[in-house]
């Protein structure tokens, strides 16, 4: 086996609706990572647990790149949205935490490793598992916390961790999950933070650097963007993670991987991932 482009750790899920509790659509970062590594050329990967009837064939074309650490239960999330369009997540089913073992050894020096934990299923200090080239975390799945039984709401909170790595080189993380008084603790975990804001664009923190760059958003030049909001973040911080890796320029990936975000939330799910056109970014950074 040999070690992939882009190995991607952390839960995948089945989403469902308020409107709709039985139709489950498959999700999770590492599903929305893996498929937009796929688009852009690149080779994934995935690590990760839950039930064998998982429809990993949507999510990646090779059998032998989808890791399964067996679970009884695929975790399972509702997705609800105020009339603001704030979402309210309710956690419905939990699968079983991935452990260090199930890494094959021919792995643990991936090019770009991608972590995208949703429901605590890896460990803080998970990140010493490897030996990447470079790491992109998106950390959400640290921040919730829920109640037995389930389902329960999920709560989140806006600090990181205690424990958590401070050497990712990206952390991508929603103007949600962040407050001024927690920003200066969130810059401490990663060489680039970036906190997403939606169709505003995003905040990205380079280093010791005292502003932000603000990164441009494409929602209002794709016809469609913003129909399905859903993975979005999932999708800047992956195609952030493979620009990066290619050109080390963080602004520039970053506005690469706004547009790819953008551009995701024509239809549902990850069906309209496409890698954005030069012309497209050449209006914002030309």
């Given at each position: 086996?040999?070690p992939?482009?882009?190995?991607?750790?952390?839960?995948?899920?089945?989403?469902?609706?308020?409107?709709?509790?039985?139709?489950?659509?498959?999700?999770?970062?590492?599903?929305?990572?893996?498929?937009?590594?796929a688009?852009?050329?690149?080779q994934?990967?995935?690590?990760?647990?839950?039930?064998?009837?998982?429809?990993?064939?949507?999510?990646?074309?090779?059998?032998?790149?989808?890791?399964?650490?067996?679970?009884?239960?695929?975790?399972?999330?509702?997705?609800?949205?105020?009339?603001?369009?704030?979402?309210?997540?309710?956690?419905?089913?939990?699968?079983?935490?991935?452990?260090?073992?199930?890494?094959?050894?021919?792995?643990?020096?991936?090019?770009?490793?991608?972590?995208?934990?949703?429901?605590?299923?890896?460990?803080?200090?998970?990140?010493d598992?490897?030996?990447?080239?470079?790491?992109?975390?998106?950390?959400?799945?640290?921040?919730?916390?829920?109640?037995?039984?389930?389902?329960?709401?999920?709560?989140?909170?806006?600090?990181?961790?205690?424990?958590?790595?401070?050497?990712?080189?990206?952390?991508?993380?929603?103007?949600?999950?962040?407050?001024?008084?927690?920003?200066?603790?969130?810059?401490?975990?990663?060489?680039?933070?970036?906190?997403?804001?939606?169709?505003?664009?995003?905040?990205?923190?380079?280093g010791?650097?005292?502003?932000?760059?603000?990164?441009?958003?494409?929602?209002?030049?794709?016809?469609?963007?913003?129909?399905?909001?859903?993975g979005?973040?999932?999708?800047?911080?992956?195609?952030?993670?493979?620009?990066?890796?290619?050109?080390g320029?963080?602004?520039?990936?970053?506005?690469?991987?706004?547009?790819?975000?953008?551009?995701?939330?024509?239809?549902?799910?990850?069906?309209?991932?496409?890698?954005?056109?030069?012309?497209?970014?050449?209006?914002?950074?030309?």
């Amino acid at each position: 086996m040999n070690p992939p482009q882009l190995l991607a750790i952390g839960h995948v899920t089945f989403d469902i609706s308020p409107d709709d509790l039985e139709t489950r659509h498959p999700g999770g970062a590492v599903a929305f990572a893996s498929v937009t590594a796929a688009r852009l050329g690149i080779q994934p990967a995935i690590i990760t647990s839950c039930t064998d009837d998982y429809p990993s064939r949507r999510v990646i074309d090779s059998p032998s790149r989808f890791i399964r650490v067996p679970s009884h239960q695929t975790s399972t999330f509702e997705n609800r949205y105020d009339k603001r369009g704030d979402r309210v997540q309710v956690l419905h089913h939990r699968a079983d935490d991935i452990p260090r073992y199930h890494i094959p050894q021919a792995w643990l020096n991936p090019d770009m490793l991608f972590v995208g934990p949703l429901t605590q299923e890896l460990p803080l200090d998970c990140l010493d598992w490897l030996n990447p080239r470079l790491s992109c975390v998106v950390p959400q799945g640290w921040l919730r916390s829920w109640t037995q039984p389930l389902p329960s709401i999920v709560e989140v909170s806006k600090s990181p961790p205690i424990g958590m790595s401070s050497n990712w080189d990206i952390c991508v993380i929603s103007e949600s999950e962040v407050e001024p008084a927690t920003l200066a603790a969130w810059r401490e975990t990663t060489t680039n933070l970036v906190v997403t804001k939606g169709s505003r664009g995003a905040d990205l923190y380079i280093g010791d650097a005292d502003d932000p760059v603000e990164v441009p958003s494409f929602a209002h030049r794709v016809n469609g963007a913003g129909a399905d909001t859903t993975g979005a973040g999932d999708v800047f911080a992956a195609a952030m993670l493979i620009r990066y890796a290619a050109t080390g320029d963080a602004k520039e990936a970053a506005t690469y991987a706004s547009a790819c975000a953008a551009l995701s939330t024509r239809a549902p799910s990850w069906s309209a991932v496409e890698e954005p056109k030069p012309e497209m970014l050449e209006r914002i950074t030309g």
